[in-house]
């Protein structure tokens, strides 16, 4: 009651959130923090362990005056700071939030790199920053022995210590943990370090380990119907450790989504089978992929995982077989909070998983996570195509985002080409035909030379030449085109028999002989076809969206993907795979469903907004469209419009045309890996 | 936005809540209370097929009006009303809410017995009514079926119906519904019973079942170290429909607690061998209980469990070690919410298990369910005994509970005595002693004879006379001391061999020969010395508890359990295993355990009584305690103070001595149930 001479309360501002509060002085900042609900990490709860809740006392204008420096606001920097600025790499501007404490006004930021042990590295082209705010928290914890006078549970006493040190409410705990949590803490002598999940439901403790510890795995993982990728990141750095892949093995129920689908339909118990082939491979990557990055498998405590709608119903069990009919009803859309052992995943036994949402019927989590990945549109109507047996189609700008899928068919993948191959040492990428001769260039993976320059034969002898991928397809289907031996309409043209050897009759139509040793590698009539008819769904995909939004051309192509990656936008452009635009516009932005689900992983902001970006998505569905039909019979010809020709044409021209060896207007890009 | 000569809103209010609110008229009264937050039960969702959402339209003074009739204040009954009348029992003075619509100014009372199709029947002495407030509901949907424009899936449109029609708010989806729920819809047509289980999480759909669906089931299981008892309860009238029991077969392992705790320290697996069996014994009971309700146990969609601290603990899968010593440290001891399948129990495969809480390392989730059925205590002091291998002791008024545990050893179940064996038939239950001659009269399980009655040696003679169960052998020790055969210390009094026959020199000690043929059936020193040591721990807990709330006599004593439910309390007072008490205010209040587990499967607001009520209850540890020595040596001399004698004396002195057959005082109430 009495009024004293004490000193008043201190004013802070936290930035960038703008929470202010007034605290006595002598508060730590960290728990200023705390009750203002500005997030500070801290895995030790403010011991000055973990060295996580850096802050940075801030200059600037505050009320009415203006603070120069933070000095005489804060206490200095104590023994524990300097110990972490020489030992841990605490930058000297910084201060632990837990050992400064609050002398007077102040302005404290909070790095929005809230990993200050690590900073996320740009690895390859596809790598981008993701801030983490992450959905699990490491939290140490000392809790006195247990008395006989205390009759709360230790579990009890730990959620207690949990809400008035770490500022975490009403905890629950994962089953696993119910019955290993006391053993853990007596094993540490009731020190120890216990994981909280926290996303939308009430914070789960999910581990529990004896003493500190100080590190936390998650995996993102895309499930495609042809190949399972699976990312180790580690939650307290944000990076991404180390990264496999491997052939989906529901491959041996049927090659194609609807192949797989009609197997459920056609066995009693498909469906189990199917689900059990993919969590096995799954599993089998978690396994690898934890091995590369030197950790257990039961260090990984959160997962995360996208796919298209018939690859995401099966991995949860759900049966796919109204995804394979009208009107193509998803079980389920929405995002998913599930614990791994549910959907009998090998992972820490308490380990939380999140499915991203499912746009539509034939537009799955994979593309959310494109979606999501690429959703920072501005004023440009930008086109993200991401190919596989499917083509996602996303089409937006910032006002508005348009959805579709269209089906390509396995036709870029190399599949349903007679000479087709996948991405491996030995199969023909880059192609290039002489308009007067006729006679071809090829590269092949594995070798960087031409197969007219010397030394080409000596470097290829190793795997010899197999095949033609998916990438070398659409370039000689293209040169093909712009050396005259296809039509417009696609047919190629038998009359040049008599010019070339390298068209040879077939039956009724016409074969281009691309290679001939050891192996004769033709592009066949029908394979030409087998593109157009791709190439064309995907084309009628993207105008049928251009359509909707109501422009005639985009300002941004993004090909995402393995084989958007592989590809020359100038040969997409050139067989018509994707709409006219300037060349230079067009990127290849790698594994964008894999980058969507990483961010997924690291920040729940990401996972609040790829929600909202789903529900806000406008869907097309294709099969509903009777313009998709024109469209697409408009698409099937060499080049599909006449608009699209002149930029078309000025694009190639001079590549197609300098045919001076190691300066041919091949791709700079060299990707590092294959889908 | 023009004002037309439409009538006013009406004003309606909701009993007992008292919540009102202004509707328009012709809105039906079940979405009135929908929108002021009244619940009213509702399987159908409004459709007049359930007949549950009964409301009794009530006169009274209202605002300024006195309403003396609902007429014209609600539209006329009508024809699915009329059905209802007919064939489903709806009272006269009744209406269904989604068919009454508001027409003027009303009050509307929600009958508290919201259960309307069945009530709860009144089957036992210690049954007693539960109101229903279940954490399960069912709702009955009627979804659009799918279309091709619509991309939500199936479940998001199942969760935006429920919270549209039904007033669920975000609902979650039980990873077994995940999988199924789809088909579910489909087989019914998009018309389907979803089961929502809400407490104090996120509601969560935890079954789904094509079509309309009425029933739900749970049970309600006390997990003793001997015996295990289960009830099946039907959620939708609160009825007990079927109990069983069986023996715990951890008995095995040990035959009391400590034994099966050291069993766990001594062998690797015994932890997992203990759960395994008393999991393995639970899902038997339920498959029995499950059988005898005429159900399967898929219908069970939810369980309450209570148990001390060990049978909890080993239950859910933790190791009991810490509980076998010092300082008897709980891993947990709040109220757990758990899914069944996590536990390993084969109920449905979503259902729900409640665990109640435990009150301490010593006083467990039993002796919390027996709190919550007899804790609504007045201004009297209230002692509550449930007698099992440790006696749990509760004792407190309106303003203050305490709580304890004694340990008073398996002698009063029959173990440990020479000729002790459980309640079956020919075990001898009641005994009275000529205090002159010395000879006993008997009663045994199966017979309503007394041995010196015609008849007896016919009746007894399909089972023989096999042992003396608890109950016999508490008459026993009492009726030897009234018949002065027992000094106050305890010791057989050897000089009346000369007396009487009965009294058998037995080594250096006497024993007295209670019954003789076929098999001699004797109370031996050693059987004395064990009820001395088994009640005077009792009886020193007791006191323990009424030194601490300052008292010197208790108002009402309640003997809750089986051996509760048997012994005469008279004898209890004459051996001093209860502090004195007019014995008119001794009452047994059967299965109060059970009561407890059944009060918070039927009721939600009982979880967060219980809860409540274990965190307000005063925790006396007895082994911290150097009074309780004290206060044991003293109890275990017959009886244990003088100030118990003269009520005791007063009490006994009739029945004992009146020896006419057929009017001898013996307990009117014949248990139907025996521990």
Redesign the interface.
Known sequence: MSVSAEPADALVIFMPSGRRGRFARGTPVLEAARKLGVYVESVCGGRGICGRCQVLPSYGHFAKHAITSAAGHLTPANEVEFRYRKKRALPADRRLSCQARIEGDLVIDVPTDTTTIGQVVRKRAEARDIVRDCAVHLHYVELP????????????RL?AHLLSTHGVELV??D?SV??T???AL?AGDYKATVAVHSDL??PAVIGIWPGYREQAFGIACDIGSTTIACHLVDLMSGRTVASVGASNPQIRFGEDLMSRVSYVMMNNDGRHALTAAVREAVNALVQRVAGQGGIAAEDILEATFVGNPIMHHLF????PT?LGQ?????????A????AV??GLALHPGARVYMLP????H?GADAAAVALAEANMGADATLVVDVGTNAEILLGNKHRLLAASSPTGPAFEGAQISCGQRAAPGAIERVRIDPITLEPRVRVIGSDLWSDEDGFAEETTAFGITGVCGSGIIEAVGEMFLAGIIRSDGTIDGTLEARSSRIVQDGRTFSYQLWRKPHALSITQADVRAIQLAKGALYAGARLLMERLGIERVDRIKLAGAFGSHIDPKYAMIIGLIPDCDVSCVTAVGNAAGTGARMALLNRGHRREVEALVSRIE?I?T??EPRFQTLFVHAMGFPNSTDAFPELSRAVQLPARAAAPGNDGGPRRRPRTRG
Chains 1, 2 share one sequence.
């Open positions: 022995p247990p008395e006989m006078e205390r009759t709360l549970g230790d579990l009890d959620s629950d705990y089953p119910l019955a949590a006391q053993s007596i439901r009430r949860l069990g759900i049966d109204p009208a009107p193509f009803a998803l079980a389920v859309s929405g998913l909070a599930l614990r549910d959907i499912c746009i539509a019927g537009v869907k569905e099969a509903l």
